[in-house]
């Protein structure tokens, strides 16, 4: 028990991790409660909490108004998730985004070229091996911008192209909730404002009403980041002491990787075309990198982005209500009930004429 | 109006007030838990207890082969320790499985109650098990089910231990709130010439319902694996 959990340990002091904005479902009802949580660290694990000092934007855009999500709101559910609770108001898509301040960090050669690797963050790792800089190390400046897109009700309004404003950031070029499995969905990357072209994004999904543990069973020790505290990619600007890389036994042990799921690049305009093959809540990532040539201080500046919706499939629309959950998956409660007094009364039919031919 | 009709339209009036809770919850239920505290946990225990129906089915099968409220008490006890130990135990060293396969295996304990219930296990000159040993067994099975489905929520890990309590004690709230009318539907019936129709037709009833879950689950299984 002992090893694994050390070995788990080392597996989430290694990794890097995205951020992104997460809901239990994308598709949530009119005027009810529901909560926005940050996941920084996969998008099935969050590992840390944002501090509130580290959030430059976080706001929530609908029916053409944006509006702040204050500081206070947000609530840290433990030592890995942060939260904000909220009643949801009239029917519309929404926008939902969090913008966080650059921090730095500094890591050896070979730290920031497993990195590179495993975050997918390929091209320049090319650039660095065309290069013969390999054996540099790193001090990397990074930023996280995160957007979600969700649907308040059935009316589908025009929020979803709201361009928050960050330094990276994802824009579908229709609304997401127009699109339903076996579509496709063009997203246009951009930066600074401006198109970003050849740009590697991954995207990559999980089943509508999934839950927050692994379907593999595997075990989900709650102690784990209690323990791991502060050691580990919270970063507080002391560069040099945590890692952001994944190591080799890392990789050997948990097949941990970022790059899971539809390997994509932006064309010229910072277009992509997501599939959108199964029903399910979709995660697009990208890391643009650059060499920071004008600062002696850095060597790399990297911007973050994620963006996540759900897709359902087309005839859903009509008749589920969007509230995706495990019972949407089962039985409904009350077919089964129905169905159970419908079968016991034919049932009871059956033996009571038999008894009484006896 | 014949005393047949007048049991099966008490039992479709007793069963009714299920159809209250059958709502789909869960995403209600992880906003719940997310800013009610642990009354929210107690609350959404005592739901799922309430709307699971392959546990209110075991339950129907266990009660309806006792008569006595002292067996109905001592087996309940029994089989309220075994879902205790594994809900609190598997919650809260993290383990679980695959929530299809361990609802699968719940499936089958309704199979193997209707079973049980229509002396099938003798007719196949079979030694029926050891009942309270096999209750307490399907018992840590439905326990480590609850435990599987409150895993699958965003707990948290403050007050984690204090959590998985509520939740447990919810799942009892909701266990006595379900067994009140199901004794009492099994108590009516049982005063009336009709009651062994009713007696099979319920557990033949559990016999197919066990085994449409079982296949049911296990085609989730494959489905999502």
């Not at chain 1, 598709?27 to 944002?50: C, D, H, M, R, W």
């Not at chain 1, 029916?63 to 030592?79: N, T, Y």
């Not at chain 2, 050891?130 to 099975?141: A, D, Q, S, W």
């Not at chain 2, 509520?166 to 010439?193: D, H, W, Y």
Request: charged share 20%; net charge negative; aromatic share 10%.
């Amino acid at each position: 028990m002992r090893r694994p959990c050390i070995l788990l340990l080392l597996v989430l002091l290694l990794c890097s991790h995205d951020l992104y904005l997460k809901m239990e479902t994308y598709f949530v009802p009119e005027q009810s409660a529901v909560s926005l949580q940050l996941y920084n660290g996969t998008f099935e694990k969050s590992e840390n909490t944002i501090t509130r000092d580290r959030m430059l934007d976080a706001s929530i855009v609908s029916h053409g108004e944006r509006k702040a999500i204050i500081s206070s709101a947000w609530q840290d559910l433990d030592s890995t998730i942060t939260q904000v609770n909220f009643n949801t108001g009239e029917s519309g898509t929404y926008v939902a985004g969090v913008s966080t301040k650059a921090r730095n960090i500094k890591l050896s050669a070979d730290k920031f070229n497993d990195y590179l690797t495993h975050d997918g963050v390929l091209d320049m790792l090319a650039a660095r091996k065309q290069a013969g800089k390999m054996k540099q190390d790193a001090v990397e400046s990074y930023q996280k911008h995160v957007k979600a897109i969700y649907q308040v009700g059935e009316k589908r309004t025009d929020d979803w192209k709201t361009k928050l404003g960050y330094p990276i950031e994802f824009v579908p070029q229709s609304n997401p909730y127009d699109a339903y499995t076996g579509d496709h969905i063009r997203i246009q990357l951009l930066h600074e404002g401006q198109a970003l072209p050849d740009q590697l994004v991954y995207a990559d999904y999980v089943p509508s009403g999934h839950q927050h543990q692994e379907k593999s069973g595997e075990n989900h020790d709650h102690t784990h980041n209690n323990e791991l505290g502060d050691h580990h990619h919270d970063h507080v600007g002391d560069a040099g002491q945590h890692g952001h890389s994944h190591e080799n036994m890392e990789d050997e042990n948990s097949n941990h990787t970022h790059t899971e799921g539809q390997q994509l690049r932006t064309d010229a305009e910072g277009m992509l075309s997501l599939h959108l093959p199964h029903d399910g809540i979709y995660y697009l990532r990208t890391i643009y990198m650059t060499e920071a040539k004008d600062v002696d201080s850095l060597t790399h500046r990297s911007k973050w982005a994620t963006l996540t919706f759900e897709t359902t499939h087309r005839h859903d629309d009509t008749t589920h209500d969007h509230d995706h959950n495990h019972e949407d998956e089962g039985i409904p409660t009350w077919w089964f009930v129905v169905g159970s007094i419908v079968a016991i009364l034919l049932l009871f039919m059956l033996f009571s004429k038999k008894s009484t031919n006896a | 109006m014949p005393k047949s009709r007048q049991m099966t339209l008490a039992a479709v009036l007793i069963l009714l007030p299920f159809l209250s809770f059958a709502h789909d919850v869960t995403s209600a239920d992880q906003a719940l838990l997310s800013q009610g505290g642990l009354m929210a946990y107690i609350r959404v225990g005592a739901t799922h207890m309430l709307t699971g129906y392959d546990h209110l089915l075991f339950l129907t099968g266990v009660v309806f082969y006792l008569r006595s409220f002292k067996d109905i008490l001592k087996f309940i006890s029994v089989f309220t320790l075994g879902h205790c130990v594994t809900l609190i135990g598997a919650t809260y060293l993290g383990i679980s499985a695959n929530e299809y396969l361990v609802d699968a295996v719940i499936a089958l304990s309704v199979l193997y109650k209707g079973l049980e219930n229509l002396d099938s296990f003798q007719r196949i000159g079979i030694k029926t098990p050891n009942l309270l040993l096999m209750v307490g067994f399907f018992g840590l099975i439905h326990g480590f089910g609850l435990s599987t489905r409150l895993q699958s929520f965003e707990t948290g890990s403050d007050e984690f231990l204090s959590k998985i309590l509520c939740f447990n004690l919810g799942v009892e709230i909701g266990q006595v709130l379900a067994l009140i009318p199901i004794v009492f539907m099994i108590s009516l019936s049982r005063k009336r010439t009709q009651y062994q129709a009713f007696y099979k037709a319920v557990n033949w009833y559990l016999v197919i319902a066990g085994l449409g879950l079982f296949l049911y689950q296990i085609y989730q299984y494959f489905l999502t694996s």
